[in-house]
């Protein structure tokens, strides 16, 4: 497995008044652990703006990213479940609770992290595991199923 789970970062009961606010959430979360630059945060909102709520994966999962760049340090996931969920516009899979910003090296990489983490949420009860874990280890364990 190459999702960065060991590393990941863990928010949960966040407060955010729409999907903006959630997003650098988990943009602000990826900073704080010198995963990205600061720049990354509107990166990944801009992304959403301009290609829609493409990072909606699942029912209540969101999986904010940019592309591989300067600005990203190293691989990284920051998981934040929210307090109450909050719509992306997505038709099938709003309203979101769990946002895990993603950040990788390289599009490789990126890929990679993009397809192993679709593979973790499509396990049964992860959603539902993710949306109630109150730590860090819970939400691990829960992609690590």
Partial sequence: MTLPLDEATFSPGVRAADWRAAVRAAGVDLVTAHAVGRAYVEELVQQIEESGPYCVVAPGVAVPHAKA?????????????????????????????????????????????????????????????????????????????
């Fill in 69 to 145: 760049s300067a600005v990203v340090r190293r691989d990284a996931l920051a998981i934040v479940v929210l307090d109450e969920p909050v719509a992306f516009g997505h038709p099938h899979n709003d309203p979101v609770r769990v946002v895990i910003g993603l950040a990788a090296t390289s599009p490789r990489q990126h890929l990679r992290m993009l397809a192993e983490l679709a593979n973790a949420l499509d396990g049964s009860g992860v959603t539902d595991a993710l949306a109630t874990a109150t730590t860090r280890d819970e939400a691990i364990a829960a992609l690590r199923r």
